[in-house]
């Protein structure tokens, strides 16, 4: 039997945090959530304290971010994501309020998954969650490359 995803979930407004960690448990979601508020330390936790994500490899993880953190942008922590070999299969949902068409785009070309804009439809968004989640309870993710 297969872990269960941990949600990692980068937002730097509380509100929207409990927000959106309200509906996603409303929805029939009870995973896991690990909860950042800012990019620093969601990077801290992603990639541990050598850089590489060794200790994340083959960790079921889905990551919900937003674009405008205090300290650094999203669009930063995507592109390490993506460039990490550890980490570049992890579906990654950005959650923001940007609605511009070419950060959409940029975001898209970088390997975001799902790019949903604040704010949402709830019971939308926790209903894309619950898929990405049900997605994978029975895909298994290819392990990252040695």
Same mark, same amino acid.
């Given at each position: 039997?297969?872990?269960?995803?941990?949600?990692?979930?980068? !937002?730097?407004?509380?509100?929207?945090?409990?927000?959106? !960690?309200?509906?996603?448990?409303?929805?029939?979601?009870?995973? !896991?959530?690990?909860?950042?508020?800012?990019? #620093?330390?969601? #990077?801290?936790?992603?990639?541990?304290?050598?850089?590489?994500?060794?200790?994340? %490899?083959?960790?079921?993880?889905?990551?919900?971010?937003?674009?405008?953190?205090?300290?650094? #942008?999203?669009?930063?922590?995507?592109?390490?994501? %993506? !460039?990490?070999?550890?980490? %570049?299969? #992890?579906?990654?949902?950005?959650?923001?309020?940007?609605?511009?068409?070419?950060?959409?785009?940029?975001?898209?070309?970088?390997?975001?998954?799902?790019?949903?804009?604040?704010?949402?439809?709830?019971?939308?968004?926790?209903?894309?969650?619950?898929?990405?989640?049900?997605?994978?309870?029975?895909?298994?993710?290819?392990?990252?490359?040695?």
């Amino acid at each position: 039997m297969s872990n269960p995803v941990t949600i990692i979930m980068i !937002e730097d407004d509380e509100g929207h945090a409990r927000l959106i !960690e309200r509906n996603i448990r409303r929805s029939g979601v009870n995973n !896991e959530i690990v909860a950042f508020s800012n990019g #620093t330390a969601a #990077t801290d936790y992603l990639f541990g304290k050598d850089g590489t994500a060794t200790a994340r %490899k083959g960790e079921p993880l889905l990551i919900l971010l937003d674009l405008n953190l205090p300290d650094m #942008t999203g669009i930063d922590i995507l592109k390490r994501v %993506k !460039e990490n070999p550890n980490l %570049k299969t #992890t579906p990654v949902v950005v959650l923001t309020t940007t609605d511009d068409s070419q950060e959409i785009k940029r975001c898209y070309e970088l390997g975001c998954n799902v790019y949903i804009t604040k704010p949402v439809n709830y019971e939308s968004f926790a209903n894309a969650i619950r898929q990405l989640g049900l997605f994978f309870s029975v895909i298994q993710v290819p392990p990252a490359a040695p």
